[in-house]
């Protein structure tokens, strides 16, 4: 069990420890923001998308992200979730730009690639969109961030002004972060989103998803500033300029502990960092009360160790290492992901012995232990 590792809270441990890991137990999934990260994560999603969220007698999956947490979990919400994971990998670990891209440039190339996964179910992107957006048995809430003040304007000096002001804000605390974003929370359909999703920390406004709102409010999840255009004109939010969700929910620090049955939270770090402009406040942990009912799953350091480079990918690839070089190294990954899903496939099969390999969850700030 070198290459995964799984963390409980103390009642997630204690069903695990009477019933093992079965999906029926499990009511919510969570994915982290993190971009080219996910990689190290494709095979593992292959084999829950498939496999392991499987016949649930009639009790919905409920899955919640941000940025590309969003768009991997949009994908399980698909017609065919295994066939929409693959689209995402193939054309998100393929991607070239020109030397300098800009914002549009890179908007543009994220545009085409939802489309793409959105086409990967054998019928139209509106047919997809759609099945995504009501889909009864696997119900996605997509996290995004309606820009206020000094992070509405696409002028670089201002953008980067209020950038600034928001992270200054957020060293202090958290709750100043309700000075340059609302959350936004596009919810399925069947859903009425604040009864199943209560967050209380921040102005939250709720919005449906539908047909015409699912491929905007992907974009306006994983809309990075600087890196990607504003989203706008994005239905059920008039007039609203949209931004990453991950901007207040990075990895998903939520109240996970008022949802009934388990959490799922497959993610590529061994520690949770509340908000993106957490990273720079290192004293700031998650609340472990929230991972009371939360399972997390981790590649070990022993894994992250053999990869190429010793690490996983991130985005900074695209300036260290040359088109060639990132190219093969972001398919090293992906082949080598399939050891995940081969190792929790063995958790999976000791039933409830499963619970002598589980660590209590530890909100300490490292990537891997």
Not at 62 to 70: C, E, I, N, T, Y
Not at 77 to 88: K, Y
Not at 110 to 120: H, P
Not at 205 to 228: K, R, T, W
Request: a positive charge; glycine letters at 6%.
């Amino acid at each position: 069990m070198s290459d995964l590792r799984l963390m409980a809270g103390a009642a997630a441990k204690n069903s695990l420890a009477q019933n093992g890991l079965r999906g029926r137990d499990f009511n919510w999934l969570a994915g982290a923001s993190g971009g080219p990260k996910w990689f190290v994560l494709y095979g593992l999603d292959r084999y829950l998308a498939g496999e392991f969220f499987g016949p649930r007698n009639g009790v919905p999956l409920r899955m919640v992200g941000s940025s590309a947490g969003a768009w991997r979990l949009a994908c399980y919400a698909a017609p065919d979730p295994v066939a929409s994971l693959q689209a995402l990998a193939t054309h998100y670990s393929s991607q070239t730009y020109s030397s300098r891209p800009d914002r549009y440039e890179i908007s543009l190339e994220a545009r085409k690639m939802l489309n793409q996964v959105l086409a990967a179910n054998d019928m139209s992107i509106e047919k997809a969109a759609a099945a995504i957006a009501s889909n009864q048995h696997r119900r996605l809430y997509v996290i995004t961030d309606r820009a206020r003040r000094l992070t509405r304007p696409e002028n670089k000096l201002m953008l980067n002004i209020g950038l600034t002001l928001v992270a200054l804000g957020n060293l202090g605390s958290r709750r100043s972060l309700r000075w340059f974003f609302e959350r936004y929370v596009f919810h399925n359909a069947c859903d009425r989103g604040a009864d199943e999703l209560v967050l209380s920390d921040m102005p939250t406004q709720y919005v449906p998803l539908s047909a015409q709102n699912v491929h905007s409010a992907l974009m306006a999840s994983g809309s990075i500033p600087l890196v990607m255009e504003a989203v706008t004109q994005v239905e059920g939010a008039p007039g609203a300029v949209f931004r990453d969700g991950g901007m207040t929910d990075y990895h998903l620090d939520l109240p996970y502990e008022k949802s009934d049955g388990l959490v799922l939270y497959p993610h590529f770090y061994a520690s949770v960092v509340p908000g993106w402009f957490d990273k720079l406040a290192r004293w700031r942990r998650a609340n472990p009360a929230h991972f009371d009912n939360v399972v997390l799953v981790t590649p070990t350091k022993q894994f992250v160790d053999r990869l190429p480079y010793g690490k996983i990918p991130d985005r900074d690839d695209f300036r260290r290492l040359s088109d060639a070089q990132r190219l093969k190294y972001w398919q090293t990954v992906l082949s080598e992901s399939e050891r995940l899903a081969d190792s929790f496939r063995e958790l999976v099969a000791m039933g409830p012995a499963v619970v002598e390999h589980i660590h209590e969850f530890s909100n300490s700030r490292t990537k891997h232990v």
